[in-house]
């Protein structure tokens, strides 16, 4: 359970008219969960979730051909065909915009990890990773560009929830509570940045192949080869 735990808070590091493949790609996967939002509320909430998929989506196309701090709003609401006025109901910059994209994917990547568990209770340590490594595999795209625009903050600190797993981890065994807290940095950091770079540097890696390796990393069989 400690294993499942980490694994789940460490990579928990990772969404109009379409004018590219790559473009369409990206949306394609930002339409997986954002529709299923938009199917569970009621009309008004539908409207508000509605212009913000447009506006999501909008800047996720704006995004293939330039960093967000050279996106504004009028370009933003030019291309979503939202007015200035609906834009600022909601958010006050485009980078609110890509914020809380990459919170859907945030929540988005705990649902399905939780979901995946409670299907299947007895999972081993690799396969609970490769629950996780298979997801981020098939939203490539869309976590490059969230990296591309250094848009990871929400990522990064929901590794900080190792903190209640290492509690009980063998390498924080003795260690006071400052000694618990940088073993959980350790851990987390570790795994962020790893996926970080398995997914912007298009290591020639399968998601089967990551998740043994970071398995291994965790259960510290290569720290002692």
């Not at 600022?88 to 914020?99: C, F, G, K, S």
């Not at 990522?155 to 260690?175: D, H, M, N, Q, V």
């Not at 399968?206 to 290569?222: I, N």
Request: net charge neutral; hydrophobic share 40%.
């Amino acid at each position: 359970m400690y294993y499942t735990s980490v694994v789940f808070t460490t990579i928990s590091f990772f969404l109009n008219d379409i004018r590219t493949t790559k473009t369409n790609h990206v949306l394609g996967l930002f339409d997986k969960f954002s529709n299923y939002k938009v199917n569970n509320m009621d009309k008004t909430n539908q409207r508000i979730m509605l212009t913000k998929k447009l506006l999501k989506d909008g800047l996720l196309r704006l995004l293939e051909n330039k960093s967000i701090q050279k996106v504004n709003v009028t370009e933003l609401c030019k291309e979503a065909g939202i007015n200035r006025a609906t834009f600022y109901a909601h958010y006050e910059t485009p980078l609110d915009v890509l914020n809380e994209i990459e919170s859907d994917i945030s929540n988005d990547v705990i649902h399905n990890f939780e979901q995946a568990m409670q299907n299947n209770k007895h999972l081993g340590l690799q396969e609970s990773i490769e629950i996780l490594t298979e997801y981020f595999y098939n939203h490539i795209e869309l976590l490059r560009v969230l990296i591309k625009n250094y848009s990871t903050q929400t990522l990064a600190l929901s590794f900080t929830r190792a903190y209640e797993a290492i509690i009980s981890s063998p390498a924080a065994k003795g260690a006071d509570e400052e000694g618990v807290k940088l073993v959980t940095v350790f851990l987390s950091g570790g795994g962020f940045f790893l996926l970080c770079y398995w997914v912007s540097e298009g290591v020639q890696k399968t998601p089967k192949e990551m998740a043994k390796l970071m398995a291994d990393l965790l259960s510290g069989k290569m720290l002692m080869q």
